[in-house]
């Protein structure tokens, strides 16, 4: 296969002018040329992965179906240095206007970035140019992409990730307890996970709820007021409001929930052993708990696991996470991380659009949902499906989007968040064990976090003059 590395000024000229006709903020209704049966294109595609692993997961089979468009791989790896001080926007674009790539494979906030700064060619147009099918995609991927882009839409997703709530049915059954259902809060989940408690002894007793939070108190904390549409920062990104009433019952809702022995805690590690051994381990797959909150990407370790363990795997099924009392569809639980869109600047614009297209539509989908990339689940809706007929739905109900609290966390430094992590979580076990009140613990919080994140947004604002000024 070809490669060639440089895209020449002229042609950089010449999309500048398509762009001008074709993409004005307005959504000017211009068409973009079809390629011509044997018309050659090279397009070169920016991706967060190697070369060859990128051609697993989506060059070779577009290749094989557009043989015509040569794609070339502009893989971040290595070529972008991150550190505390790295701008990362900074980074980007510099990487972005160096190698000219014609699509871009980017994260939501960096499609919202650079959709907002004008980079990124808008695909309204065209979409219903080539009559492409965005309703066969589920519409909460739709929304929570265009949450970002002021209700246009800039790229595609083909996959989508999203937590829930898995529950061991057969431990349910055996114990007596009612099934989880959709819907439910947390506050319900939580008395659920104590009817465990109560049965069998300490040492071979099941538990009623492990998390994925590496046994945290305080990312349990964060995970209840996310629900609750808590935020710990002000809007600006500049003031902790960790000493606040509603953080203060969330927390004591966490609190509890680890006090009356209902959430599994262990620092236990696998270390050797066959696969069969390290799935038996597992709390949820060994019964030791009865339900947890796992992702999309659980779902592979589960059939995994089936297939090794047979017999002795439980029945399983799963339902969505726990939601706020006062907006219970406003779940928000799907990421979308993996959006494929067409640089504003490329040259080869209708080239770009058949590759994000492809990616993007039915053929892609139908082919990869058996085996989607990197733990994530197909976006569209016919393929979303499981063949024992379990709840696959609990991933995406709800509605989604940009939510205030994640708005005002944008503002908030990178390295901040290191340094608030150990001391919540330090207080907060001393709160958890008796030895401090739960309000000394918050205000303890909210005053060491306070000067932590004073300091990171000055080093902040340092670093950007800094680097202004070279």
């Known amino acids: 296969m070809k490669r060639r590395t440089t895209i020449g000024a002229a042609a950089l000229a010449a999309a500048a002018a398509v762009l001008a006709g074709c ?58 240095k991150y550190g505390p001080d790295t701008d990362y926007n ?30 990124l060619y808008e695909l309204d147009s065209v979409i219903k140019q080539d009559k492409f099918d965005l309703n066969g995609i589920l519409p909460s991927v739709i929304e929570t992409i265009k949450s970002r882009s002021g209700a246009r839409l800039y790229g595609l997703a083909p996959g989508f990730s999203a937590q829930a709530l898995f529950y061991n049915k057969t431990l349910f059954d055996s114990q007596g307890v009612p099934h989880p259902q959709d819907g439910m809060t947390w506050e319900q989940t939580i008395e659920l996970a104590k009817r465990f408690a109560s049965t069998g002894s300490e040492a071979n007793r099941p538990y009623g709820l492990s998390l994925n939070t590496r046994d945290s108190v305080f990312r349990f904390i964060l995970m209840l007021g996310t629900t609750k549409g808590l935020s710990y920062v002000d809007p600006t990104g500049a003031t902790l409001t960790l000493k606040s009433d509603g953080w203060k019952r969330t927390a004591q ?3 509890d929930a680890f006090k009356s022995k209902a959430i599994y805690q262990s620092d236990q590690q696998f270390r050797s052993g066959t696969m069969e051994d390290y799935y038996r381990q597992d709390p949820f797959i060994g019964g030791k708990t ?12 589960l ?33 979308v991380n993996q959006i494929f869109a067409v640089n504003a600047q490329s040259a080869n614009l209708r080239a770009a659009w058949e590759f994000v297209k492809y990616v993007g539509g039915d053929e892609y989908a139908r082919v990869t949902s058996k085996s989607p990339a990197m733990g ?40 901040f968040i290191g340094q608030l992590y150990p001391i ?47």
Do not use: C, H
């Open 90 to 119: 900074k980074e980007l674009y510099r990487f972005i206007d160096e190698q000219k790539p014609d699509v871009l494979l980017l994260t939501l906030d960096q499609y919202e970035k650079l959709a907002e700064e004008g980079r």
């Open 290 to 301: 009865a339900m947890t909150i796992n992702g999309t990407y659980f779902i592979d370790s």
């Open 376 to 415: 994530s689940m197909t976006s569209r809706i016919a393929y979303l499906k499981d063949p024992e007929g379990r709840n696959i739905e609990a991933f995406y109900k709800g509605k989604s989007g940009m939510s205030s609290a994640s708005k005002a966390l944008s503002n908030v430094p990178n390295s």
């Open 23 to 80: 993409n004005a903020a307005g959504g000017d209704e211009k068409k973009l040329k079809q390629l011509g049966k044997d018309e050659q294109a090279t397009i070169k595609v920016m991706s967060t992965v190697d070369e060859r692993y990128f051609f697993q997961l989506y060059g070779a089979l577009f290749s094989a179906k557009y043989p015509n468009i040569d794609v070339q791989v502009a893989s971040t790896q290595g070529a972008i």
């Open 424 to 470: 919540a979580e330090a207080e907060f076990k001393e709160a958890l064990e008796g030895k401090k009140s739960l309000d000394d613990a918050l205000q303890t919080i909210q005053d060491k976090g306070q000067v932590e994140l004073t300091k990171a947004k000055q080093a902040q604002e340092q670093s950007k003059e800094s680097q202004e000024s070279k």
């Open 253 to 255: 809702l966490a609190l």
């Open 303 to 335: 059939k995994q696991a089936k297939a090794l363990l047979k017999e002795s795997m439980p029945q399983w099924d799963l339902v969505s996470l726990p939601a706020d009392p006062g907006n219970p569809e406003n779940l928000a639980t799907i990421s």
